[in-house]
């Protein structure tokens, strides 16, 4: 039984607050592989006050809502590492195709016809009704017109981390490196304000950026204290290419324009050889693992195991639509631990666990927003997602973690809370914002389906 309801106790000193969630499991990543049975989540101003047990929570709190969910597991909210949210629009449009050849003869000649502010906030609603269902509260950007993905983040009551995005060439967006920092800085400076929105430096990649980009990048970092979202080592040819250019890997070419940090927000990382792990390591770089996209792009498998074994940290990312071609963080996790026990044939590597807090607290680090997010601890943000398993299919359960990342998918998201605020009820989106956004989507997405097809078909 699952319920909600006013409740108040009835003698002694309790303390007033707004919200008491009473659950069958917590996971609160910290520490780290607790599993709590039978607890409860106080809430108080979008703020967690306690996690105890329930009865306990019964005695010291006088709740203004009360929920049950005795069926249920909960976790901090799930953090998408690496997505480009607009690219929903793009799914499925260039598939069976290798990275340059996808980018260059599909994604980057229908992006040049079609970009502009509305493509991104229809695209950027889609990708926030999906993520949201899936039980993701927060994700890292990276895209033209943030603005119009701040504004799709805003009406889903999401959080996000709006890359900056870099490139030398020019798009509808900007002009030149120099263009795109000045206007995605204005648009931080704009977006300053809000409480739910962070913002990131996104230069492309090492093929697209050059060594006085990056340079003005670090320097820009350090002083406004951002993180570096930046695609790395995705393919071979990636690093055959900086090798012809610069005489060096790109990773050797990185770390002499000081770009290795803790501040670095490395995305794939497919090919790392022995002295890059250790660099990482020595340099606190995380790395954002996407496992669907490196597999469907033929990229290869990244050395997951061998990175953790060296203390390198892990988040996880779905890339985006148009690379995946879904936005299912929980598919990811799934396909993470398989992956690295497959490619190192070792069934103990990347438990249950360290795959939770990859895609919880090890994302909230990299993003520097861990004082905040992450894990289920007093003081941080009410951001969780309550996961039901009292479905036949997902019977019987016997370590619950096992169970989030091996059997339950995004389908037994029942509940999600982000500075608790509801934002997914029984599976459905709740605010009166995100519905007005669903709907508005729904008539915008025929019309963008028709444009993207006729792109398709004067391509081929
Ligand atoms: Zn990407």
């Given at each position: 039984m699952s319920g909600c309801g006013e409740w108040r106790a009835s003698a002694g000193t309790v303390q007033d607050i707004d919200l008491l969630i009473e659950a069958r499991w917590i996971i609160p990543v910290e520490p780290y592989a607790t599993v709590l049975e039978d607890h409860a989540i106080a809430i108080d101003g979008g703020v967690i006050v306690a996690l105890l047990p329930q009865a306990l929570a019964r005695e010291r709190f006088a709740a203004r809502k009360l929920e049950v969910l005795d069926h249920h597991v909960l976790t901090p909210g799930l953090i998408n590492l690496h997505t480009h949210a607009a690219m929903t629009l793009l799914r499925?449009?260039?598939?069976?195709?290798?990275l340059m050849q996808w980018l260059t003869t599909r994604i980057w000649p229908i992006e040049n016809a079609l970009m502009g502010e509305e493509f991104v906030l229809a695209g950027s609603r889609l990708a926030c009704s999906e993520m949201l269902r899936g039980g993701v509260t927060c994700f890292s950007d990276m895209y033209f017109f943030p603005d119009a993905t701040a504004r799709a983040v805003q009406e889903y009551g999401m959080r996000a981390c709006l890359g900056i995005p870099v490139l030398e060439f020019p798009s509808a967006w900007a002009a030149d490196a120099n263009a795109y920092l000045t206007r995605g800085l204005a648009c931080r400076d704009r977006l300053?304000?809000?409480?739910?929105l962070s913002f990131s430096l996104a230069p492309h990649a090492p093929y697209t950026v050059a060594d006085a980009t990056f340079g003005r990048i670090t320097t820009l970092a350090e002083q406004l204290d951002l993180p570096i979202h930046l695609h790395l080592h995705e393919t071979e040819d990636e690093i055959r290419e900086d090798i012809e250019r610069h005489q060096v890997r790109p990773i050797a070419r990185l770390e002499r324009l000081g770009l290795l940090s803790p501040r670095l927000i490395a995305v794939h990382c497919v090919h790392l050889n022995a002295h890059e792990i250790e660099l990482f390591a020595r340099h606190g770089v995380t790395i954002a693992h996407c496992p669907s996209s490196n597999l469907k792009l033929a990229s290869g498998i990244a050395p997951i195991t061998e990175a953790l074994a060296a203390g390198i940290a892990i988040g996880i990312g779905t890339d985006g639509a148009a690379s995946?071609?879904?936005?299912d963080l929980l598919c990811e996790m799934r396909l993470a631990a398989l992956l690295a026990k497959g490619r190192s044939g070792d069934a103990t590597s990347y438990p249950a666990h360290k795959v939770i807090e990859s895609a919880t607290l090890s994302a909230a680090r990299a993003l520097l927003l861990d004082a905040h997010i992450g894990s289920l601890v007093a003081g941080k943000s009410a951001d969780i997602t309550a996961f039901d398993v009292s479905a036949h299919d997902l019977r019987?359960?016997?370590?619950v973690a096992s169970h989030l990342v091996f059997v339950i998918g995004r389908e037994a998201v029942s509940d999600v809370w982000i500075q608790g605020n509801s934002v997914v009820q029984k599976r459905q989106i709740v605010q009166d914002a995100a519905r007005q956004a669903e709907a508005e989507g729904a008539s915008a997405l025929s019309l963008w389906q028709n444009r993207v097809k006729i792109q398709i078909g004067s391509l081929s």
């Open positions: 499925g449009c260039g598939d069976d195709l290798p300053l304000n809000e409480p739910r995946n071609n879904r936005l019987p359960c016997f370590d």
